[in-house]
């Protein structure tokens, strides 16, 4: 049975078609609920802190007791793990401690485990307030979004092989109930460390679900038929990219409901049950039918594709259905019954350093990690951007949308090495000028459009690098090559949130843009020693390789991407 027939006859882009892409954004949508959320349930205090005064604060003391002349100042901000010690010579307060004059030559510096008050700020409690995750305690912060990224690398290897498995349809449904309880969970849970490891289990459902719904996605198509407004877009092309639009959308849809949400745990307990509606995707999605097919199910791939068929308004003759088992049987009786085919050549982890890829699996493996760095580093960076927190994260979700579909109708004709390097520099150009620029200054709205530039070029780069490194790579390891891609990735996306999240804390709010920007700099120009594949068919071998090599189109010529219709 032959999938890419059958779509001949049934149409590849029909009702049924059309209803399964619609029914895959669901779960794309909660795959950047979960990614975001702590970005809120964790938001640290914008507005001030500070610890206990022994003897001078009571049981009951707030942060307004006292005025912010008693924090000491560095580069014009106050430093809220510091303070001055009140002078002891007004008995109107406890402890004498008057709530004007402070001692200026002798400082404070707060403990790790003292007791804090908060003056009022977007949310009436976080877990940061919650726990007292500030000072001493801040890394803390930025390690559960870590220990996030490492779910994601262990939903990678793990959701991957189920789906292969397990079908992809199963495994949407173990991650959605991976991602939903262990989220709903994480709302009860009493401390940091309980609470950090539900964001692991939580972070393995959410990549179980891009997984598998970027492979039923791909997996229902065809690629013949086009866009009918992008004529040189294939529908299976359209949809690969454009499946990480509804990732955005849920961000902001998450940034909306925060918006109106004062505690954390209301935020996570309801967006959590929320999640749950992906459940009723079981009566209504159906499973790939090539990993049907691929995995010998006929009986079952034809049943869907009658139904498919009927949905679509279209015959489906036999013909189409049997012909690949019609030469099957004829190369079986044409074989001797001891006859036992060739195993197909594979290829080791090592070849990725051969001498006709070493070079190109050197700049991804350092690519690929500075790509997810600047693309969540800048995300999570929206918390310090300026005073309008929604605002910033609601925009920066929006703003992939537009870049997503730049990408996709000028990936054919400028080509993939082009836009791969200009996004990254471009990002890495964007964030040195927001670093250079004071947050409350008079350029601050300028800032904030230049930050959201750096997010537009860099989902520009993630939109693109997937299908780049693919048609790097020759077949027999291809997806050995794209898969530790993603891993070495991980790197980024651990690191992302201690410089975006922690770095400001001990030094400024400048030093996270100029670290991600000379980094995507450093990126955007490695990748010009990258060839270009626009043009040049999938690689199939070495040789084929070193063809791209040498015949590759020039970075400065655009193509007529409908020449090739």
Same mark, same amino acid.
């Given at each position: 049975m032959?999938?890419d027939?059958?779509?001949?006859?049934?149409?590849?882009?029909? /009702?049924?078609?059309?209803?399964?892409?619609?029914?895959? !954004?669901?779960?794309?949508? &909660?795959?950047?609920?979960?990614?975001?959320?702590?970005?809120?349930?964790?938001?640290?205090?914008?507005?001030?802190?500070?610890?206990?005064?022994?003897?001078?604060?009571?049981?009951?003391?707030?942060?307004?007791?006292f005025?912010?002349?008693?924090?000491?100042?560095?580069?014009?901000?106050?430093?809220?793990?510091? #303070?001055?010690?009140?002078?002891?010579?007004?008995?109107?307060?406890?402890?004498?401690?008057s709530h004007?004059?402070?001692?200026?030559?002798?400082?404070?510096?707060?403990?790790?485990?003292?007791?804090?008050?908060?003056?009022?700020?977007?949310?009436?409690?976080?877990?940061?307030?919650?726990?007292?995750?500030v000072?001493?305690?801040?890394?803390?912060?930025?390690?559960?979004i870590?220990?996030?990224?490492?779910?994601?690398?262990?939903?990678?290897?793990?959701?991957?092989?189920?789906?292969d498995?397990?079908?992809?349809?199963?495994?949407?449904?173990?991650s959605?109930?991976?991602?939903?309880?262990?989220?709903?969970?994480g709302?009860?849970?009493?401390?940091y460390?309980?609470?950090?490891?539900t964001?692991v289990?939580?972070?393995?459902g959410?990549?179980?679900?891009?997984?598998?719904?970027?492979?039923?996605?791909?997996?229902?198509?065809g690629s013949k038929?086009?866009?009918?407004?992008?004529?040189?877009?294939?529908?299976?092309?359209?949809?690969?990219?454009?499946?990480?639009?509804?990732?955005?959308v849920?961000?902001?849809?998450?940034?909306?409901?925060?918006?109106?949400?004062?505690?954390?745990?209301?935020?996570? !307990?309801?967006?959590?049950?929320?999640?749950?509606?992906q459940?009723?995707? !079981?009566?209504?999605?159906?499973?790939?039918?090539?990993?049907?097919?691929?995995?010998?199910?006929?009986?079952?791939?034809e049943?869907?594709?009658? =139904?498919?068929?009927?949905?679509?308004?279209?015959?489906?003759?036999n =013909?189409?259905?049997?012909?690949?088992?019609?030469?099957?049987?004829?190369?079986?009786?044409?074989?001797?019954?001891?006859?036992?085919?060739?195993?197909?050549?594979?290829?080791?982890? =090592?070849?990725? &350093?051969?001498?006709?890829?070493?070079?190109?699996?050197?700049?991804?493996f350092?690519? !690929?990690?500075?790509?997810? *760095?600047?693309?969540?580093?800048?995300t999570?960076?929206?918390?310090?951007?300026?005073?309008?927190l929604?605002?910033d994260?609601?925009?920066?979700?929006?703003?992939e949308?537009p870049?997503?579909?730049?990408?996709?109708?000028l990936?054919?004709?400028?080509?993939?090495?082009?836009?791969?390097?200009?996004?990254?520099l %471009?990002?890495?150009?964007?964030?040195?000028?927001?670093?250079?620029?004071?947050?409350?200054?008079?350029?601050?709205?300028?800032? /904030?459009?230049?930050a #959201?530039?750096?997010?537009?070029?860099?989902?520009?780069t993630?939109?693109?690098v997937? *299908?780049?490194?693919?048609? %790097?790579y020759?077949?027999?390891?291809?997806?050995?090559?794209?898969?530790?891609?993603?891993?070495?990735?991980?790197?980024?996306?651990?690191?992302?949130?201690y410089?975006?999240?922690?770095?400001?804390?001990?030094?400024?709010?400048?030093?996270?843009?100029?670290?991600?920007?000379?980094?995507?700099?450093?990126?955007?120009?490695?990748?010009? %020693?990258?060839?270009?594949? #626009?043009?040049?068919s999938?690689?199939?071998?070495?040789?084929?390789?070193?063809?791209?090599?040498?015949?590759?189109?020039p970075f400065? =010529?655009?193509?007529?991407p409908?020449?090739?219709?």
């Amino acid at each position: 049975m032959d999938y890419d027939a059958i779509l001949l006859e049934i149409g590849e882009f029909g /009702r049924w078609q059309q209803m399964t892409q619609a029914l895959l !954004w669901i779960p794309a949508v &909660f795959c950047g609920v979960h990614a975001l959320l702590f970005s809120f349930t964790g938001l640290q205090p914008t507005k001030g802190f500070r610890c206990k005064i022994p003897d001078c604060d009571g049981d009951n003391f707030t942060f307004a007791d006292f005025p912010e002349d008693i924090f000491p100042k560095e580069d014009g901000h106050p430093d809220y793990c510091k #303070l001055y010690l009140p002078l002891r010579d007004d008995p109107t307060f406890p402890g004498n401690c008057s709530h004007e004059r402070f001692s200026k030559d002798k400082i404070m510096e707060c403990g790790s485990h003292g007791e804090y008050a908060y003056n009022a700020f977007e949310f009436e409690e976080t877990l940061v307030t919650k726990w007292n995750l500030v000072c001493r305690q801040s890394f803390k912060v930025s390690l559960v979004i870590s220990m996030y990224m490492l779910g994601l690398m262990i939903g990678s290897l793990l959701c991957g092989r189920m789906a292969d498995k397990f079908g992809r349809k199963k495994t949407l449904m173990f991650s959605v109930m991976c991602s939903s309880v262990a989220s709903l969970v994480g709302s009860f849970m009493p401390e940091y460390y309980s609470y950090t490891a539900t964001r692991v289990v939580t972070a393995i459902g959410a990549q179980g679900l891009f997984l598998s719904t970027f492979s039923l996605a791909l997996e229902v198509l065809g690629s013949k038929e086009t866009v009918p407004f992008l004529p040189w877009v294939t529908y299976q092309t359209f949809f690969g990219v454009m499946i990480q639009a509804p990732f955005a959308v849920g961000m902001a849809l998450l940034t909306l409901l925060a918006s109106f949400t004062s505690s954390w745990f209301t935020l996570q !307990w309801v967006s959590s049950v929320a999640s749950f509606i992906q459940l009723g995707l !079981w009566f209504v999605l159906p499973e790939s039918p090539r990993w049907l097919i691929a995995s010998n199910r006929t009986k079952e791939a034809e049943q869907l594709v009658r =139904k498919a068929a009927k949905r679509n308004g279209k015959p489906l003759t036999n =013909k189409a259905l049997g012909a690949d088992l019609e030469m099957k049987k004829e190369d079986s009786d044409t074989n001797a019954p001891d006859t036992k085919a060739p195993e197909p050549q594979t290829l080791d982890f =090592k070849e990725l &350093f051969n001498p006709h890829l070493r070079r190109t699996t050197i700049v991804m493996f350092i690519a !690929w990690p500075i790509v997810t *760095m600047g693309y969540y580093g800048i995300t999570f960076g929206m918390a310090s951007l300026s005073d309008d927190l929604f605002m910033d994260f609601a925009l920066s979700s929006l703003i992939e949308i537009p870049s997503y579909i730049l990408v996709l109708i000028l990936m054919d004709i400028i080509g993939r090495k082009p836009i791969f390097s200009s996004s990254l520099l %471009l990002t890495g150009l964007s964030c040195i000028v927001v670093g250079s620029m004071d947050k409350d200054g008079d350029l601050a709205d300028l800032r /904030r459009v230049l930050a #959201l530039a750096g997010k537009f070029f860099a989902s520009g780069t993630f939109a693109i690098v997937y *299908m780049y490194t693919a048609e %790097l790579y020759p077949t027999l390891i291809r997806s050995t090559a794209v898969g530790t891609c993603s891993l070495m990735a991980r790197i980024g996306g651990i690191s992302s949130p201690y410089i975006a999240l922690y770095l400001p804390t001990v030094t400024s709010d400048s030093v996270p843009f100029y670290v991600m920007g000379s980094a995507a700099i450093f990126g955007g120009m490695i990748a010009l %020693l990258l060839p270009e594949t #626009l043009g040049s068919s999938l690689p199939e071998t070495m040789e084929d390789v070193d063809d791209i090599k040498k015949n590759g189109k020039p970075f400065w =010529k655009c193509m007529n991407p409908c020449s090739k219709q």
